[in-house]
């Protein structure tokens, strides 16, 4: 499980993150949203280690990030957004690496790049950012890790590869996995998770399930707008809007509505 | 589960190193070994036999040249905003990253130097053995030790030379491989930079404490050594230096490499 308290995180005086407190629990898949700059791909380097916390705690199965030991670091595996790749092929970085993950399964590896179409002995340089990006994301659901970070995963992806991606995120998933997705493209991805988090600079707007959100809210798609509603945006086909569930019924989720509805509030 | 040190992860965290990082720097090796090659065709065009005592200094030169800039080339992206990650988060502790990193520069990267260049003189010797004279057999490379007490019957015994040359390969080979974790960006040139500075800084200071001091003070300063001094032969000076000199060299290494570790270990990307 992961415990953050009071985190907080500047970059050369400019505030990113102020006073954060949240957890992530395991067997779920997280959305992390939020606006430009408040600190998502910034938390990712924080709870990876690759950036030492200024104020606060950040607590992994009992491990600070910060101290990169070796127990900690095979636990978890990051994408950052902009993969670039070592100067090696698919195969001699994951032969290489994969010694350090005890529950790697190169079936799985081979599987995983056969779907997505990439050819093991290519380098990462030869590629094109959806396909390092492929490439990648098979390497890090075959290293099976209890924490999987990956930051904006369906950037530069294809359209079949980003039905393909989802593809693979759901099967990859158990109860001793968590997967922390953030993301500005959540149509990608929003069949895929379970709970959602709206980051904010100074706080966490949102840190719900989905099903607790379903029973909340009710978003619906009408041609008049709703005189009841929490939040609406007129679109092309009709209104989309947000009103408490007084129904009990469950109503398919508009992340993007949400989103928009949560950052209005603050 | 050890998470300071562990041998079977250090010979994995090498295993992988060697997969993912001698390649390139096997390539950046060739273009030493070119520079051979050019020399060679320059031979030729101009019908001048390269000595092999000529081969041998560039041959010498080049190895220098490519074990000294090696942890720039073989670590270049470690500590990079944006590549370095990968390298951060590879399950291997600080201290094994330092090990494998030292192991490597040290061991492997001078090995594979030494066979590619000088494999490179013999494939060229075997192409056209009038074009560069003999065949070059390179000698135990140790280019520290040429310090020597002319008209003196004192000889080092003979471990010394192997040991010094060990001693202060290991620091050259240290003290690139601290810039290296200590620049993100231009590593060669900052270092270079850096050290020009530094030399700089130490003329100026020199020159300031040599203008502000009269040989009074320094004959004041030296006189309780004088009469030591003077009770020693130079070969026993020659020794006190040396030992001095080494002992220096070993305490610097250490401080590089204490840089080196708390660099790889607190390094943010």
């Known amino acids: 499980m992961i415990e953050i308290k009071n985190l907080s995180f500047a970059y050369s005086g400019t505030d990113v993150l102020d006073n954060i407190s949240t957890a992530f629990e395991q067997g779920r898949v997280y959305g992390l949203l939020g606006a430009n700059g408040v600190g998502k791909s910034t938390l990712f380097k924080l709870l990876c280690g690759l950036l030492t916390t200024k104020r606060g705690k950040i607590d992994i199965d009992g491990y600070s990030p910060a101290d990169r030991h070796p127990g900690f670091l095979s636990k978890i595996f990051y994408i950052p957004e902009d993969f670039e790749g070592p100067a090696v092929s698919i195969k001699n970085y994951a032969s290489g690496i994969s010694s350090f993950y005890s529950k790697y399964d190169e079936n799985l590896l081979h599987s995983l ?16 950012l959806g396909q390092r990006k492929r490439a990648i994301l098979s390497i890090a659901l075959a290293m099976n890790t209890e924490y999987l970070l990956l930051d904006e995963p369906t950037n530069g992806l294809d359209i079949p590869a980003k039905a393909e991606f989802r593809k693979m995120v759901a099967k990859a998933m158990d109860d001793n996995r968590t997967i922390i997705i953030s993301t500005h493209q959540v149509k990608d991805v929003e069949n895929l998770l379970d709970h959602i988090m709206i980051l904010d600079k100074r706080c966490v707007l949102l840190d719900s399930s989905v099903a607790d959100i379903q029973q909340q809210y009710s978003f619906d798609v009408t041609m008049q707008r709703p005189a009841d509603a929490l939040y609406c945006e007129e679109g092309l086909g009709g209104y989309c809007s947000i009103s408490n569930n007084t129904t009990d019924e469950e109503s398919r989720i508009n992340i993007e509505l949400l989103f928009n509805y949560i950052n209005s509030k603050k | 589960m050890n998470e300071v040190f562990d041998i079977k992860r250090l010979g994995k965290l090498m295993q992988y190193e060697v997969i993912n990082y001698i390649p390139h720097y096997f390539k950046s090796l060739l273009i030493f070994a070119s520079v051979i090659a050019a020399v060679w065709i320059l031979s030729l065009t101009i019908e001048e036999p390269i000595m092999p005592g000529g081969r041998d200094e560039l041959v010498k030169v080049l190895f220098v040249l490519a074990i000294t800039l090696s942890p720039f080339i073989v670590y270049k992206d470690m500590n990079n905003r944006k590549k370095g990650y990968i390298y951060a988060m590879i399950p291997a502790s600080t201290l094994e990253k330092l090990l494998s990193m030292i192991v490597l520069c040290v061991v492997i990267v001078p090995l594979l130097a030494y066979a590619v260049l000088t494999a490179t003189d013999l494939l060229l010797w075997l192409l056209s053995k009038v074009g560069i004279g003999t065949f070059l057999h390179m000698e135990f490379y140790n280019p520290f030790t040429s310090i020597k007490i002319v008209d ?20 050259l080979v240290a003290y690139t491989i601290m810039f290296n974790t200590i620049f993100r960006k ?3 040139f900052k270092t270079i930079l850096f050290n020009i500075s530094m030399t700089f800084a130490f003329v100026i200071l020199t020159a300031v404490i040599v203008n502000i001091t009269t040989p009074e003070f320094w004959e004041n300063l030296l006189s309780p050594f004088v009469e030591w001094l003077d009770e020693k032969t130079d070969v026993e000076l020659f020794g006190y230096v040396m030992t001095t000199v080494r002992c220096l060299t070993v305490l610097m290494s250490m401080a590089f490499l204490y840089i080196t570790y708390f660099r790889i270990k607190k390094v943010n990307y």
């Open chain 2, 186 to 188: 231009n590593k060669v």
């Open chain 1, 113 to 128: 790049l056969n779907d997505f179409d990439i050819d093991i002995n290519r380098k990462f340089t030869s590629l094109s």
């Open chain 2, 152 to 171: 003196d019957e004192y000889l080092l015994p003979h471990i010394y030379p192997v040991f010094d040359s060990i001693i202060y390969f290991v620091n």
